[in-house]
């Protein structure tokens, strides 16, 4: 268990711009933070970071919370695990509790898993420094690599030697299980029942999510036996799927955000030379065909790829559909081809980083250049292949969903055929046509219809306004608490009997709400609105406590949640809310006394109109239905005086509020 105080101290320390940081390319905005939401799929950014606040809000989908609930919903672990990663990020010590074997039994799946995976990196990387095989056969190829003992480290790379069982018999002994070791991929079953590891005989590349935590390994080989494969690799588990991982990503993630540009490689040896070199803002598909998974997660931090190929034809042509694939997720895409026999690994071990980064900006041409070139030399003096390589290239600029970046390559694509650029807009959008009545297929298909993106502004505009339409006024009461609360009202009140004379005092507006609500004998409707603020006043009366982090971190994720809801400040009343219940709300900048009281006085008003209107009704009904059986109860004398008693409330209520009732 953390202590309550250690916990404190995480979250006072966590800045939530930092964290969310990690993850996702954030652009200011005012005074908050904007980006592309990491957990639904969109164009147009709609998630909104608020340092102020310390809470993210998307809008699109709805997700929302402090520092800790975004690395539980991202990463996908536990509140203890959320703490202890923004523990390390922070620097806070955490000590922890010896765990009891049945302790360790009760842990999470998901968690085993890592714990598993974490120890074998471990035991591998020890056995890189410490054995003597580990020192002479694994270290000796990294160093000839030109890798330092530093980038080792960093990188965590390891050893595995020529033994059947050397991880699985280390690792049970430690109290690991063989079944898991199994889940991970890290131990084959036999047919007889037994185990075996996987990685023998091999150097190893831990691979690390997005958080840092390692999911898998790439073990290479380093005899020249050709029967046995050169990688071998982690198979699909819970916690690693190859699709939807780079190689580097965790060490890549800040330099990408700063130089605003990705470095894609094929192999984790050009990532760790790039890196060691300098260039730290690179990552690898490890060898894989990449994919929309892939690309999804660098769009995260960036819109630009540079693609780094080596000088094999016949790979780069197998690789063209990557191209397409970004292309088709919106990004902007450059390749740069290294010499002949050249690869970015051996290239940065004979260069530094200004001389690569001259190397790669020199040669980084657009996919048109770069696809061109690369093909046309094999229909250079045949027509119809000409002529399909022209439609080809069509086809990838018709992948591209924006159409002024469209229309440029077309152009461009024009020039260097010389064909003119109408024929190409006339191939151009027969493809666009043909695409999106195929869409408009497969989406009637669907029991549901998926809208397009709106512009941001618009986007932004629709879900603020429908957002504050349906907003209870009981949340709008809750929210001029939650905002104003600490402010300070001067009001005036009487010194003598016939109030003639009055004196100024100064109250605090939750302290003013509070009164009136007492006065009224006023209670929420809504249970968790009543839970929001009771918990308020308690908080109100530690001065060193934030109130703010104590609903965005409350243990209730409904109250959390519903807190973010109301506190948003970015909306704004519609012309129809101001003319149903007469309220005009100031806009959180506004601090004017008499716009704020006739605001809280009228959402209070409205509350309690709203309340009589639904007694009177419930009384009316009662009375129609003793009447229709012509009862003599002698309640229906007095349930005919408590509705002429609520019923001059409603009017003196209705009234106030300037409403006039018939």
């Not at 050169?230 to 955000?257: H, M, Q, R």
């Not at 931090?301 to 970004?326: C, H, P, W």
């Not at 009637?444 to 504050?468: G, H, M, N």
């Amino acid at each position: 268990m953390i202590r309550k105080e250690t916990i404190q101290n995480i979250i006072d320390a966590t800045r939530i711009e930092e964290v969310v940081g990690d993850f996702v390319s954030l652009k200011k905005r005012g005074v908050n933070y904007i980006g592309l939401c990491p957990f639904h799929n969109e164009k147009t950014p709609s998630f909104t970071v608020s340092p102020a606040k310390g809470f993210y809000h998307c809008f699109g989908c709805g997700k929302g919370g402090g520092s800790v609930d975004f690395v539980m919903e991202h990463e996908h672990v536990t509140y203890p695990d959320a703490l202890r990663y923004l523990a390390e990020k922070y620097h806070i010590e955490i000590v922890d509790e010896i765990q009891t074997a049945e302790e360790k039994l009760m842990q999470s799946e998901l968690e085993t898993l890592y714990s598993v995976v974490s120890y074998a990196q471990k035991h591998f990387t020890e056995n890189l420094f410490n054995t003597e095989a580990g020192i002479a056969i694994g270290m000796t190829y990294f160093t000839e690599r030109g890798f330092n003992k530093e980038i080792i480290r960093k990188f965590q790379l390891g050893f595995s030697p020529e033994k059947w069982d050397d991880l699985s018999k280390n690792a049970t002994e430690n109290g690991y299980s063989i079944e898991y070791l199994y889940k991970t991929g890290l131990a084959i079953k036999k047919d007889d029942g037994g185990f075996y590891d996987r990685f023998r005989d091999r150097v190893i590349f831990p691979i690390h999510n997005l958080s840092g935590r390692i999911v898998g390994f790439t073990g290479r080989i380093l005899s020249s036996d050709k029967n046995k494969p050169k990688y071998v690799n982690s198979p699909e588990s819970d916690i690693y799927s190859k699709g939807k991982t780079l190689y580097g990503i965790f060490f890549a993630k800040s330099a990408i955000v700063a130089n605003n540009n990705c470095y894609l490689v094929e192999g984790n040896t050009d990532v760790i030379s790039l890196y060691q070199s300098g260039i730290e803002n690179v990552v690898a598909s490890s060898g894989t065909a990449l994919t929309t998974d892939q690309i999804k997660l660098i769009k995260k931090f960036t819109q630009n790829i540079t693609i780094l190929y080596d000088g094999d034809e016949a790979g780069i042509k197998a690789s063209l559909r990557g191209i397409d694939m970004v292309l088709e997720e919106g990004l902007n895409v450059k390749i740069v081809l290294f010499p002949e026999g050249e690869d970015p690994d051996s290239y940065a071990r004979k260069h530094d980083a200004l001389q690569i980064k001259k190397f790669v900006t020199d040669n980084a041409v657009n996919f048109i250049l770069f696809k061109t070139k690369l093909l046309l030399d094999e229909v250079q003096h045949d027509p119809i292949k000409k002529a399909e390589l022209i439609k080809e290239i069509v086809r990838t600029i018709s992948l591209i969903p924006e159409p002024i970046h469209r229309s440029l390559y077309i152009k461009e694509c024009g020039e260097l055929m010389q064909i003119p650029e109408q024929s190409l807009l006339n191939e151009l959008n027969k493809l666009i046509r043909k695409k999106f009545k195929k869409d408009v297929s497969e989406s009637s298909d669907q029991e549901t219809f998926v809208l397009p993106d709106f512009q941001e502004t618009a986007a932004e505009q629709q879900f603020i306004q429908k957002r504050y339409d349906s907003l209870p006024l009981e949340q709008h009461l809750l929210w001029l608490i939650l905002i104003y609360g600490e402010n300070e009202l001067t009001l005036e009140r009487p010194v003598d009997e016939d109030q003639k004379h009055t004196e100024t005092f100064a109250i605090k507006v939750s302290d003013y709400i509070l009164k009136i609500l007492q006065d009224e004998d006023f209670t929420f409707s809504d249970a968790k609105l009543q839970q929001i603020f009771d918990e308020y006043l308690v908080q109100m009366q530690h001065t060193e406590t934030d109130e703010s982090q104590y609903f965005i971190n409350h243990p209730d994720k409904e109250i959390a949640k519903l807190y973010r809801e109301i506190i948003n400040q970015i909306y704004y009343l519609s012309k129809n809310w101001q003319d149903k219940y007469k309220i005009t709300t100031p806009v959180h900048e506004d601090n004017d006394r008499e716009i704020l009281v006739k605001d809280i006085l009228s959402t209070i008003n409205a509350i309690q109109l709203n309340r009589v209107s639904k007694e009177l009704s419930e009384i009316e009904d009662q009375i129609k239905a003793m009447q229709k059986e012509n009862a003599e109860d002698p309640e229906l004398m007095i349930l005919m005086d408590t509705f002429l008693k609520k019923n001059t409330l409603k009017i003196k209520i209705s009234a106030m509020l300037g409403r006039v009732i018939n």
